[in-house]
């Protein structure tokens, strides 16, 4: 206890001869002095202070168009690929996975839309898995988690940080125990047909 006083003390005057010799103005000085004794005492995490959030909101635009023999929206998941896009049909779903496809180039453009009967949680999720090069296991592409949200309407991200040629699979989630989303999605930047490696 008496070290921690000692130390504690040390810091103190170690930050007014600081604040005497700055320039700086003395609310930001002894502001961050203060922010400075804390990490150091402990009390506070580095890289913990009020850090923005990471999540990526998809902005509201873009359109759906189906091909034929998918507008059917009350096949619980039906996906296709077609001209480059991969479109996906759902009914009443909390977590799906597409099937595997390739990326033509290090982006993919994707476009979602959704309903749900909730009326408290109003968004769903859109994340991108890689499959290893043995073809053995997935593993999450970081940054690639977006956020649409519930109504109806269409909005849409472009996705980069992909590798032209490997193959991906989209994660469509609902974060809700009792509701469930219908709706769709189209993934543009798509190669080839789809790869079906998924369990069900």
């Not at 600081?18 to 009390?43: D, H, N, Q, R, V």
């Not at 873009?62 to 896009?85: A, C, K, M, R």
């Not at 519930?150 to 940080?161: H, L, N």
Request: a negative charge.
């Amino acid at each position: 206890m008496v070290k921690f006083a000692k130390r504690a003390a040390a810091l103190v005057l170690t930050g007014a001869m600081a604040l005497s010799l700055c320039a700086c103005s003395p609310k930001e000085m002894l502001s961050g002095a203060i922010i400075k004794t804390a990490t150091l005492l402990g009390f506070i995490e580095e890289g913990s202070d009020e850090e923005e959030s990471t999540d990526i909101y998809a902005p509201a635009g873009g359109e759906i168009v189906f091909p034929d023999g998918l507008q059917d929206t009350s096949v619980h998941w039906n996906q296709v690929v077609q001209d480059g896009s991969l479109y996906v049909a759902f009914n009443s779903i909390a977590n799906r996975d597409t099937e595997y496809f390739a990326a033509q180039s290090d982006s993919v453009q994707v476009t979602a839309y959704a309903t749900t009967e909730s009326t408290g949680l109003l968004e769903f999720k859109v994340a991108l898995w890689e499959l290893a090069e043995d073809r053995t296991t997935t593993s999450y592409v970081p940054g690639t988690t977006v956020y649409f949200t519930t109504g109806g309407d269409c909005y849409t991200y472009t996705v980069t940080g992909l590798t032209p040629g490997k193959l991906y699979k989209a994660n469509v989630s609902y974060d809700s125990g009792m509701y469930y989303i219908t709706g769709g999605v189209q993934i543009d930047g798509v190669g080839g047909s789809l790869l079906d490696l998924n369990e069900d």
